[in-house]
């Protein structure tokens, strides 16, 4: 741990003693980047856990596990999350490409030795943040065709970005403040 502390990766490590036995949670805080993907996986093969946690649809959890013991291949977890987001090829090929380096040494992981995967995040998050993407992509080549900026469609889609966020942000800071007080009853 402290090597990988030293290198600048974010890794924290948990345990949690039941019944005599020892688990090991790691979480693992990866930005949206290709080679922080890249740089997660071999991070992912260095590490000894029992749960790992995904931030993908808790829908694909099942999937998932079929993929890690390889009943099935990696086209139909990407099948299965394109028909739950309800989103376009290009979108579902720029969330693989960047999953993918993650997924594929967590199958070489748990044919080491299994552990929990288990996905936490809802489906219509993943739904509408791949629509705001498929709006922005659209924006975007809207204006290198025709060369002009369209302002009035940026601020629409910046504004739909800060409500996006702000409503995350609203209720994480719901749950500290309901953590920070102690039952009434």
Same mark, same amino acid.
Request: aromatic residues 10%; contains cysteine; glycine residues 2%.
């Given at each position: 741990?402290?090597?990988?502390?030293?290198?600048? +990766?974010? #890794?924290? /490590?948990?345990?949690?003693?039941?019944?005599? &036995?020892? &688990?090991?949670?790691?979480?693992?805080?990866?930005?949206?980047?290709?080679?922080?993907? &890249?740089?997660?996986?071999?991070?992912?093969? %260095?590490?000894?856990?029992?749960?790992?946690?995904?931030?993908?649809? %808790?829908? @694909?959890? =099942? /999937?998932?596990?079929?993929?890690?013991?390889?009943?099935? $291949? %990696?086209?139909?977890?990407?099948?299965?999350?394109?028909?739950?987001?309800?989103?376009?090829?290009? #979108?579902?090929?720029? /969330?693989?490409?960047?999953?993918?380096?993650? @997924?594929?040494?967590?199958?070489?992981?748990?044919?080491?030795?299994?552990? $929990?995967?288990?996905?936490?995040?809802?489906? *219509?998050?993943?739904? =509408?943040?791949? *629509?705001?993407?498929? =709006?922005?992509?659209?924006?975007?080549?809207?204006?290198?065709?025709?060369?002009?900026?369209?302002?009035?469609?940026?601020?629409?889609?910046?504004?739909?970005? @800060?409500?996006?966020?702000?409503?995350?942000?609203?209720? +994480? &800071?719901?749950?500290?403040?309901?953590?920070?007080?102690?039952?009434?009853?």
């Amino acid at each position: 741990m402290v090597k990988l502390a030293r290198e600048g +990766r974010k #890794v924290f /490590t948990s345990k949690k003693t039941m019944l005599n &036995k020892e &688990k090991k949670i790691v979480i693992l805080v990866v930005p949206g980047f290709l080679t922080a993907s &890249k740089h997660a996986s071999s991070t992912i093969s %260095e590490l000894f856990f029992d749960a790992f946690f995904l931030n993908l649809p %808790e829908e @694909l959890n =099942e /999937t998932l596990r079929l993929f890690l013991k390889g009943e099935i $291949d %990696e086209d139909e977890v990407w099948q299965d999350y394109a028909s739950l987001t309800e989103s376009s090829e290009p #979108v579902v090929h720029a /969330t693989r490409r960047w999953f993918s380096p993650m @997924l594929n040494a967590l199958r070489k992981r748990f044919k080491e030795k299994a552990f $929990d995967l288990y996905c936490y995040e809802e489906a *219509q998050k993943h739904k =509408e943040a791949n *629509q705001l993407l498929e =709006e922005q992509l659209y924006l975007e080549f809207k204006c290198k065709v025709t060369g002009k900026l369209f302002l009035d469609e940026w601020k629409h889609i910046i504004k739909k970005c @800060l409500d996006a966020n702000n409503k995350s942000s609203i209720s +994480r &800071k719901i749950i500290v403040n309901v953590n920070d007080y102690s039952s009434v009853c």
